[in-house]
């Protein structure tokens, strides 16, 4: 009787989920060699998570912050929005012929970078970003988004771009959410772009988007609100404007900041120095052009890396070799 | 034997937290009577949570949305934020005789409303938000509100003014966040000035506080970041912003809106109208002289209430009579 009533017991408690189960053997990193870089991350986050311990940090301040373009996926040969801007205005000067005769579409669609880039204010960009970016409701550019995705291949990988994202990054996001992290993008892309498949590709929900972000135009049409996107302010979520966009949106100081480039190096001193809480700030270096692609003052279109990467000895950075600190690149479908 | 079994049982199954526990007899909306108002909104959430009902909405998807001046603590005789900025510049201007001899400084310090409402633009109240709210860091503003929040007590009610909630509006919040609900502030009040005090007074994290913001500019201090307050662009999340600001903060569409005025009409319509999920709008409507204010189409300082309430019928929106439909008003701390 006694030993029925130990089994009953005990599955009653497995069943209401009190016992501890077999731990699991699978590693939660395992596209991380066991290199530096992985050391550190995963020694910051048994520190920040080791309650009572001298680095221990509250889960609602477990804020992670990521770069999206060339830390969670490339940016090469162009950035992933700047590749739908193009294909989206090549496929309407097919039918529009005033935008056919348009130069800067033109450009674009020869895939004139370096025209669109003329100018200190990179005129010819923001024009096709403009056509391509404002004028429709939020449900359109939605709409729009999705189907360039479905439809859109990378020239090197012929994959579709949103199943190009960095394994290792997978692994780490899932990993810091597992250890009472809060992940968040803080990116200088596009917010509406980045929304549409930030959860389902990333698990990041949408409200943990921080982007560039034009502002909205609320109206009624045939009796139904819209928001119309515009252009009469944008908010260029980029450099300085990084930690600006986390206090604006998350309004708490991270406490670990990913990046790759120069233009995540304010949101990197945000988040590390003279920090009272313990924090860590890490940079993607691409160094496997076989794999990838291995740039960093030189970047095939964005993604300079070169005063970020000076400073990260003297910051306590950690610079991850995508070569030698990966033993995967992409996360398979 | 077995009745000995039942009661370990039992008693594991409790310890667990898997048995049933006893149904609280208290009234999560005490302060609200059985009326009309109470009914739509308990019918709603109950409507929302059903799970595998007709009207069943995810978790993820349910945003409620509340306005704070007039909806969450009153806005009289002046909005609250005012009342910081005047007590703030007359404080400073006791230092500061070029503050001192500033008109409009005088204006604030006589309680001269009128004066710096002026002109279309308010031309004197900007620039008394503009001493008030800008040039400083995102800390010392922070210090600023919380000294005042300390120090500073409502001319009529004499407690401070975060001990001046409107308690069914907190009972509201506790039971919509037991059913699953996300509970965002959207006003037009300062995301900044709101933050610092959200969560310990309505138990609303930052990050969950929509306001109107101006930009903030990153630099570094003598080794230590800092974000300085600036004007440089306003975003005020009033009137037609409301629905704009949601789109950029919270990235989804509510399903239940609480506001008191005309600036929360955009914030209804949007919620509420061809919304392809259930959803609801609530309007309070100060009619309590006695207890509070009584206003609508002229109010104490803000928060016209005309145009809505002529909305309110054909919208479909529950308009709350403080006087009938609450029992209590204030808080107690």
């Known amino acids: 009787m006694r030993k029925l009533l130990v089994a009953v017991l005990t599955l009653l408690l497995v069943l209401a989920g009190c016992a501890t189960k077999p731990a699991a053997v699978t590693d939660p990193l395992s596209s991380w060699n066991d290199t530096a870089a992985r050391r550190n991350i995963v020694d910051f986050v048994q520190r920040v998570t080791a309650q009572g311990g001298p680095d221990f940090v509250p889960e609602t301040e477990r804020i992670a912050v990521f770069d999206n373009d060339g830390t969670l996926w490339p940016e090469a040969p162009l950035p992933f929005q700047l590749a739908f801007a193009l294909d989206e205005v090549g496929a309407r000067a097919q039918t529009d012929p005033r935008l056919a005769s348009d130069p800067m579409v033109q450009a674009a669609i020869k895939g004139d970078v370096a025209a669109l880039l003329a100018g200190d204010r990179h005129d010819g960009l923001m024009h096709v970003l403009g056509l391509t970016h404002t004028g429709m409701t939020t449900d359109e550019f939605d709409q729009q988004v999705g189907d360039w995705l479905a439809t859109a291949k990378h020239p090197r990988f012929g994959r579709p771009y949103d199943q190009l994202t960095y394994q290792p990054q997978q692994e780490l996001l899932k990993y810091l959410r597992a250890n009472g992290f809060r992940t968040y993008i803080v990116s200088g892309g596009g917010a509406d772009f980045m929304r549409v498949f930030s959860e389902r590709v990333y698990g990041i929900p949408p409200e943990q988007v921080v982007g560039s972000t034009g502002t909205v135009r609320f109206e009624m049409r045939d009796g139904k609100p819209v928001l119309v996107k515009t252009a009469d302010y944008v908010f260029v979520d980029d ?21 790759n480039s120069d233009g995540d190096q304010a949101m990197l ?21 076989e794999r990838e692609y291995a740039y960093d003052a030189d970047p095939p279109a964005s993604g300079r890396l070169v005063t970020a990467l000076q400073e990260a000895p003297t910051a306590g950075w950690t610079v991850v070799d995508m070569k030698n600190d990966w033993n995967a690149v992409f996360a398979m479908p």
């Open 269 to 289: 001193e945000y988040t590390t120095v003279a920090n009272p809480r313990p924090s860590l700030g890490v940079l993607i270096h691409h160094t496997d052009a």
């Open 239 to 259: 450099k300085e404007g990084k930690p600006a966009g986390i206090h604006e949106f998350i309004a708490r100081r991270p406490i670990l900041a990913v990046g």
